[in-house]
């Protein structure tokens, strides 16, 4: 990881396997887990909304110390005292330094790996502050996204779909960095997708590999370890929709994701040929 960032960004549509795939990443002795209780470079009014004007310095100094202050207030006023000199001179620096005061006692000598929320939606905003980051996107089969959350039958697993089709094409619009006239886009070579799928049980080599390259890591026995534990079939649910939807639900919930499927490709989705080349492997 030398040449490389130090913070890999993780995610992906709730319930399609980001933190596995964190776990995959973490198992290798030359990452570490970032452990931000509350991400301020992720979070709707933190470092977001601060680059994009949308809450004031004071503001977000007060929010600040309300969310992800220490009871070492004393060192949180005078890091607060530096940020605020250093914002009105280069805003982008000075987010990154305040990012890397409250990561420092978790880093190593590899890199982290982050897993909060919303990493792939503020895409834009990550790759102003840390041009040289890399970005996994973790997808899955829509049904099983679909299925996840409890009390959704048959009828309703197509609305889920729905749902996770316009999740991925606002995580798209953030990784090509269309929105709001914005041009900070995710570069192809420093983006890699994985397909949940794949993984635990298609060619698992293929999404490994891809890993691995991205991030110009080694092959490591912890990380074959971990998926031998914690990626099959069975440990992260895949086809778990099957329960919900039986006979002519499940035919009618298929057509509707290969159609769904199709749509996203025609749209040129960065994550569309991944996912229906997993559909065509697997299904």
Known sequence: MAEHPEVVFVGGVAHSGS????????????????????????????????LAGQVGLEEFVGRFRERWGSTDQGAI???????REAYYRDPLSACRELFS???APERGAGGLVDTSPGNLRQAQTLVRLFPEARF???????????????????????????GWASSLREIDAAVRGEEDG????VRAERLE????????AGDRETPYSGLLRLLGLEDDPAMRSYCDRRLGPREVGRGRWRERARGPAAW?????????????????????????????ELE
Do not use: C, K, M, Q
Not at 193 to 200: P, T
């Open 19 to 50: 933190s596995l795939v964190a776990g995959l990443l973490e198992a290798h002795p030359g990452l570490t887990p970032l452990s931000v209780a509350a991400p301020l470079h992720t979070d709707d009014r933190g470092l977001p909304a601060l």
């Open 77 to 83: 006023d005078a890091e607060l005292d530096r940020f």
């Open 101 to 103: 005061s409250l990561t």
């Open 136 to 162: 996994v996107h973790v997808v899955r089969d829509g049904r099983d996204v679909a299925a996840s959350p409890a009390g959704r039958d048959g009828t309703r697993l197509a609305a889920g779909v729905r």
């Open 182 to 185: 914005a041009e900070h886009p």
């Open 193 to 200: 997708v994985v397909v949940l799928d794949r993984l635990v």
């Open 252 to 280: 009618a919930l298929t057509r509707r994701y290969r159609r769904t499927l199709d749509e996203l490709a025609r749209e040129e989705n960065h994550a569309a040929g991944p996912l229906l080349a997993a559909y065509e």
